[in-house]
């Protein structure tokens, strides 16, 4: 069990003296806080919380606004090598960040903050202008004054636009009051000029209406000419575009000026904030504050020591509800560490759940290096990888090791199969001449998997190491499940359902190797003049183990652990008929589920040596194509060798993570893991651009 065994911690205080423990727990970083129903606020912890909310969103809407991501991206670590590097923030008190971001963020955003407003002012202006210029456009040639028209005391007077279809229409309906008809640039539109009696203006509005068409108005401001007010939009436009052109100008470079600062900036506000917010409601009493919280056991010496100047205690936990709801905090080496990300995918363990992580960095690079096996193209991926751990933050910097061991595994599973970059290593000046000297002790290692040519013999050989890795990984997830259940205390589903899974597997997997030891002569396997070998099996039973004996014991084993997993299937429905379970489904699910599930799953392991054929093959084809199109002499050969690579890398490294990635979550983690426990918090969450230094009094 590689998962830090934790202590429940303690601190009573006078509520007023909350913000200083705020910042002692800050300092000690590894406090998961446990959240109480208590009401009670703490005016002084609020105030400093309001001031950190305050900060946070004027700098995150200026980030926003100038669209600066939070992470250097991939590709801008690939092409331009970006790193931002840490800022070291020297505090004693958590108040000290709230107030160092209120006297140093407005002179970062400040400038910022005003061309944000500038710009989204103009372009504000654009889209009115526009939609005015739009409307104008249609009416643009009319050079009539409408500042006039409207409703006077004899007369009603107004423009309208029409469709050109409906002006007949119009003029029958108003037959008798004066209509004036101009045409427009639009065939689809025409102007109306209509001039009825004041006692009429009811009427004309109310069938021009029916026709969705109202009065023809120029905004407030503008020329109430169409032709004038068109010109004027227009010279307006064309200086709010300049305008607008400027000052996306101006955003750019302060963009690029200001982008550490802004995102050190925006990082700290955000942790002042986060972290007054975890703490912002400790439990206790109106004048005294409790705050409880899960620590890790090996830091309860470190605990005590920050938290001292007040009543500070730490005790096992016993209570079973807290047991229950207790975080999962990884404590692996760093190695293993790596590969946690895989495991967080399938989520947290439980408590008493057995972390797989260890499991996963021991199978990872196996599998990824055997279905990738290339030592040049190994290398490449290698060197991609601890470029974005170097380089990258966060959980790019965590996958860039996952890539980089993955590359490495690839470049050493490349020297067994003695292939780079599809040619032969043998073949390869530099390392021919290392091979026949110094290295020429390890030189039987090159090639010692080759699939190179691609026979049937190396076909056969890689399947059989395949098949091999699968077992190890389906047995290890069988006893797991075992072990499981022994700790949970299911020992009768453990002794009628696991273990016999357990011999059942093992069983078809022997079966299995007898057939390939027999020649696939599977009806006679068990007549005695099938004397040979036994794949794998015989190597570890000794030379006594042969095919038809082995076969015999084998189909015992098989039929042995089946009827044990049909009576305790039968058992089990007799004892919860709830679960809707019947003798007839028991037997079925066993005679036809469990058996072909065992032998499906060893199968899919095959994909293994799969892939490292059709890598094999694709190298294969654009070696043969880059040796016809005229070699290191020939442009287009070159190209084809360089894009081929770089094209089986890209596609053939994807395809090998996820089928890395199907093996464990879908063939091992179902066998045994649950997961879903809730990950450890810790009060300060990852930083990326800052580091906290706490000056000790």
Same mark, same amino acid.
């Given at each position: 069990?590689?998962?830090?065994?934790?202590?429940?911690?303690?601190?009573?205080?006078?509520?007023?003296?909350?913000? &200083?423990?705020?910042?002692?727990?800050?300092?000690?970083?590894?406090?998961?806080?446990?959240?109480?129903?208590?009401?009670?606020?703490?005016?002084?912890?609020?105030?400093?919380?309001?001031?950190?909310?305050?900060?946070?969103?004027?700098?995150?809407?200026?980030?926003?606004?100038?669209? /600066?991501?939070?992470?250097?991206?991939?590709?801008?670590?690939?092409?331009?090598?970006?790193?931002?590097?840490?800022?070291?923030?020297?505090?004693? +008190?958590?108040?000290?960040?709230?107030?160092?971001?209120?006297?140093?963020?407005?002179?970062?955003?400040?400038?910022?903050?005003?061309?944000?407003?500038?710009?989204?002012?103009?372009?504000?202006?654009?889209?009115?202008?526009?939609? /005015?210029?739009?409307?104008?456009?249609?009416?643009?040639?009319?050079?009539?004054?409408?500042?006039?028209?409207?409703? %006077?005391?004899?007369?009603?007077?107004?423009?309208?636009?029409?469709?050109?279809?409906?002006?007949?229409?119009?003029?029958?309906?108003?037959?008798?009051?004066?209509?004036?008809?101009?045409?427009?640039?639009?065939?689809?539109?025409?102007?109306?000029?209509?001039?009825?009696?004041?006692?009429?203006?009811?009427?004309?509005?109310?069938?021009?209406?029916?026709?969705?068409?109202?009065?023809?108005?120029?905004?407030?401001?503008?020329?109430?000419?169409?032709?004038?007010?068109?010109?004027?939009?227009?010279?307006?436009?064309?200086?709010?575009?300049?305008?607008?052109?400027?000052?996306?100008?101006?955003?750019?470079?302060?963009?690029?000026?200001?982008?550490?600062?802004?995102?050190?900036?925006?990082?700290?506000?955000? /942790? #002042?904030?986060?972290?007054? +917010?975890?703490?912002?409601?400790?439990?206790?009493?109106?004048?005294?504050?409790?705050?409880?919280?899960?620590?890790?056991?090996?830091?309860?010496?470190?605990?005590?020591?920050?938290?001292?100047?007040?009543?500070?205690?730490?005790?096992?936990?016993?209570?079973?509800?807290?047991?229950?709801?207790?975080?999962?905090?990884?404590?692996?080496?760093?190695?293993?560490?790596?590969?946690?990300?895989?495991?967080?995918?399938?989520?947290?363990?439980?408590?008493? +759940?057995?972390?797989?992580?260890?499991?996963?960095?021991?199978?990872?690079?196996?599998?990824?290096?055997?279905?990738?096996?290339?030592?040049?193209?190994?290398?490449?991926?290698? =060197?991609? =990888?601890?470029?974005?751990?170097?380089?990258? &933050? =966060?959980?790019? $910097?965590?996958?860039? %090791?996952?890539?980089?061991?993955?590359?490495?595994?690839?470049?050493?599973?490349?020297?067994?199969?003695?292939?780079?970059?599809?040619?032969?290593?043998?073949?390869?000046?530099?390392? +021919?001449?290392?091979?026949?000297?110094?290295?020429?002790?390890?030189?039987?290692?090159?090639?010692?998997?080759?699939?190179?040519?691609?026979?049937?013999? &190396?076909?056969?050989?890689? @399947?059989?190491?395949?098949?091999?890795?699968?077992?190890?990984?389906?047995?290890?997830?069988?006893?797991?499940?075992?072990?499981?259940?022994?700790?949970?205390?299911?020992?009768?589903?453990? /002794?009628?359902?696991?273990?016999?899974?357990?011999?059942?597997?093992?069983?078809?997997?022997?079966?299995?190797?007898? $057939?390939?030891?027999?020649?696939?002569?599977?009806?006679?396997?068990?007549?005695?003049?099938?004397?040979?070998?036994?794949?794998?099996?015989?190597?570890?039973?000794?030379?006594?183990?042969?095919?038809?004996?082995?076969?015999?014991?084998?189909?015992?084993?098989?039929?042995?652990?089946?009827?044990?997993? %049909?009576?305790?299937?039968?058992?089990?429905?007799?004892?919860?008929?709830?679960?809707?379970?019947? $003798?007839?489904?028991?037997?079925?699910?066993?005679?036809?589920?469990?058996?072909?599930?065992?032998?499906?799953?060893?199968?899919?392991?095959?994909?293994?040596?799969?892939?490292?054929?059709?890598?094999? $093959?694709?190298?294969?084809?654009?070696?043969?194509?880059?040796?016809?199109?005229?070699?290191?002499?020939?442009? #287009?050969?070159?190209? %084809?060798?360089?894009?081929?690579?770089?094209?089986?890398?890209?596609?053939?490294?994807?395809?090998?993570?996820?089928?890395?990635?199907?093996?464990? @979550?879908?063939?091992?983690?179902?066998?045994?893991?649950?997961?879903?426990?809730?990950?450890?918090? &810790?009060?300060?969450?990852?930083? @990326?651009?800052?580091?906290?230094?706490?000056?000790?009094?």
């Amino acid at each position: 069990m590689v998962v830090a065994e934790l202590k429940l911690g303690s601190i009573i205080l006078p509520r007023t003296e909350s913000p &200083q423990a705020v910042s002692r727990l800050a300092e000690f970083e590894w406090f998961h806080k446990i959240e109480t129903e208590n009401d009670l606020v703490t005016p002084e912890i609020d105030d400093l919380l309001l001031r950190a909310q305050k900060m946070y969103q004027s700098v995150d809407d200026v980030v926003k606004g100038l669209q /600066i991501p939070l992470q250097v991206g991939i590709l801008e670590i690939l092409f331009k090598g970006t790193v931002i590097k840490k800022n070291q923030y020297e505090l004693d +008190e958590i108040e000290t960040i709230v107030s160092d971001l209120e006297k140093k963020g407005p002179s970062i955003i400040e400038n910022a903050a005003k061309l944000l407003d500038d710009h989204a002012a103009t372009q504000r202006s654009i889209e009115e202008y526009s939609t /005015i210029k739009e409307t104008l456009g249609i009416v643009k040639k009319l050079n009539i004054d409408l500042g006039g028209f409207g409703l %006077m005391k004899y007369f009603y007077t107004n423009l309208f636009v029409i469709n050109s279809t409906e002006y007949d229409e119009i003029s029958r309906t108003l037959e008798g009051i004066v209509i004036y008809k101009y045409e427009l640039e639009s065939k689809d539109k025409v102007a109306i000029l209509v001039i009825s009696d004041a006692v009429d203006s009811d009427k004309v509005l109310k069938v021009l209406r029916t026709f969705n068409a109202n009065p023809f108005v120029i905004p407030q401001g503008l020329p109430q000419t169409p032709s004038q007010a068109y010109s004027l939009i227009e010279s307006k436009l064309a200086d709010l575009t300049k305008t607008e052109k400027s000052l996306s100008g101006e955003i750019a470079k302060i963009k690029k000026s200001i982008r550490r600062d802004i995102l050190s900036l925006h990082e700290s506000a955000f /942790i #002042a904030k986060e972290v007054l +917010e975890t703490l912002r409601k400790p439990g206790g009493t109106k004048r005294f504050a409790v705050i409880q919280g899960y620590i890790p056991k090996r830091m309860e010496s470190k605990f005590k020591e920050v938290t001292k100047q007040w009543m500070s205690v730490t005790e096992d936990i016993t209570d079973q509800k807290m047991l229950q709801s207790a975080p999962t905090l990884f404590d692996n080496k760093r190695w293993v560490r790596t590969f946690e990300v895989i495991t967080q995918s399938q989520g947290i363990p439980k408590r008493g +759940e057995a972390d797989p992580t260890p499991m996963i960095s021991l199978m990872w690079p196996i599998f990824y290096g055997i279905m990738f096996a290339d030592l040049g193209h190994g290398l490449l991926l290698m =060197g991609l =990888g601890l470029l974005f751990k170097v380089k990258g &933050q =966060g959980n790019l $910097a965590r996958w860039g %090791m996952l890539i980089a061991i993955s590359g490495a595994s690839a470049a050493v599973a490349g020297v067994g199969s003695g292939e780079a970059f599809g040619f032969h290593m043998i073949h390869i000046e530099p390392i +021919e001449s290392l091979l026949e000297g110094p290295l020429k002790p390890v030189s039987w290692l090159v090639g010692v998997i080759s699939v190179g040519e691609l026979t049937f013999e &190396q076909v056969i050989t890689i @399947l059989k190491v395949s098949i091999f890795l699968g077992v190890i990984h389906l047995v290890w997830a069988f006893i797991l499940r075992i072990k499981r259940l022994a700790k949970e205390g299911h020992k009768t589903m453990m /002794i009628t359902e696991a273990i016999p899974n357990l011999t059942l597997y093992g069983g078809i997997v022997v079966i299995m190797m007898c $057939a390939i030891g027999s020649s696939y002569d599977v009806m006679n396997m068990y007549s005695r003049a099938h004397d040979e070998v036994v794949p794998w099996v015989t190597i570890f039973l000794g030379d006594w183990a042969r095919v038809w004996i082995i076969t015999r014991i084998a189909g015992i084993i098989v039929i042995g652990s089946m009827a044990t997993m %049909m009576v305790g299937g039968i058992l089990h429905a007799k004892h919860h008929p709830e679960d809707g379970g019947s $003798a007839a489904n028991v037997v079925m699910e066993v005679f036809l589920g469990k058996t072909v599930e065992c032998l499906a799953h060893t199968i899919s392991y095959a994909r293994i040596g799969i892939m490292l054929l059709v890598h094999a $093959a694709l190298l294969l084809t654009v070696n043969n194509a880059y040796q016809s199109l005229g070699g290191a002499s020939s442009p #287009a050969a070159m190209a %084809m060798i360089i894009g081929g690579n770089l094209g089986i890398m890209m596609i053939e490294g994807l395809i090998v993570y996820i089928q890395s990635l199907r093996l464990h @979550l879908y063939e091992f983690f179902t066998k045994w893991y649950d997961g879903g426990a809730q990950p450890f918090r &810790q009060v300060v969450p990852e930083m @990326l651009y800052n580091q906290l230094i706490w000056k000790r009094k």
